[in-house]
């Protein structure tokens, strides 16, 4: 919930702008009591294409190793990592290839997708023997919806072995909480419509379908290509699927701010057991108040 970026940047035009960020990540410790040190790093390339095209390309990488240090190959963010990864000293850390792009399209219309590339099997592509490809993608949109009221829609997929590796201390978590997602094997859809009222205050229904298989961010990687092989590229054993119907409302009533979400969930194939349903209601609530004071300084 709360950004951990150590040095980080955000420098360029209108029209191009460079962003990286590095942190270190938590340490941890192998069978042997080794102290594992861990390091992120990441960049972005954004270019406004038009005055309804933005584009972006980016790279993220996982170092982590005995008494490992945080290379300066990684940390420049002008260089390629996949190239100082793969082709310069050997495959010595995890990293994530990226793009995304945003769309006009007219009309208040706007389209937004992002995809991201752990790993591309390009020289096997079938067979019992190969490793599954790894990604997670997302494709949204959103506009008006007549005069006052707006829409939007999203669907979000992550792979089932996406954001960890062969080797668990360069998988994409920290304290095994995921650094971007946090759950991978599953797909999303929502739709939300945007309804205000008064001068302050938004309410927003929500319709959403999530899938959810039995692979988790931190299970261990397969430790082989045979079995491996064996593991569906999305969707490991029993699905979850949860139906969601709810509500978020958001505003301002003098120095009280308040965001409120509630929602009925109707849960198929609960905890991954076949035919196990389960119904429930969750929601949140945040309140924040401000008090100020002014005053002329002499």
Do not use: C
Not at 49 to 55: I, K, M, Y
Not at 125 to 149: H, K, V
Not at 173 to 192: H, K, L, P, S
């Amino acid at each position: 919930g709360y950004s951990q970026v150590e040095s980080g940047f955000d420098l360029g035009t209108r029209t191009l702008r460079l962003h990286a960020l590095a942190r270190q990540l938590t340490d941890e410790q192998d069978a042997l009591g080794n102290r594992i040190h861990r390091y992120f790093f990441a960049h972005r390339l954004g270019l406004r294409a038009s005055n309804r095209v933005n584009l972006g390309l980016w790279e993220t990488v996982v170092l982590a190793g005995v008494n490992r240090e945080f290379d300066g190959r990684y940390r420049n963010p002008l260089s390629l990592l996949l190239l100082a990864n793969q082709y310069g000293l050997g495959s010595n850390g995890n990293v994530m290839l990226g793009m995304d792009a945003s769309w006009r399209a007219g009309r208040g219309v706007t389209v937004q997708t992002q995809l991201a590339l752990d790993d591309l099997q390009y020289k096997n592509t079938s067979g019992p023997d190969r490793y599954p490809n790894r990604w997670a993608l997302t494709l949204s949109a959103f506009g008006p919806l007549g005069r006052t009221l707006g829409w939007r829609a999203l669907y979000t997929q992550a792979s089932s072995l996406a954001f960890r590796t062969l080797d668990p201390y360069e998988n994409l978590t920290d304290a095994g909480v995921g650094i971007g997602r946090n759950f991978a094997d599953q797909d999303q859809t929502t739709v939300t419509v945007t309804v205000p009222r008064g001068t302050g205050w938004l309410f927003t229904p929500e319709l959403t379908l999530l899938r959810q298989g039995e692979g988790e961010i931190n299970d261990p990687f397969p430790t082989s290509a045979a079995e491996a092989g064996a593991i569906p590229q999305i969707f490991i054993g029993v699905v979850e699927r949860t139906w969601r119907a709810a509500l978020g409302i958001s505003g301002r009533q003098g120095p009280l701010d308040v965001v409120a979400n509630a929602g009925f969930h109707h849960v198929v194939n609960a905890d991954h057991i076949e035919g196990h349903t389960v119904n429930r209601f969750e929601g949140r609530l945040q309140a924040t108040v401000g008090i100020g004071r002014r005053g002329a300084l002499q």
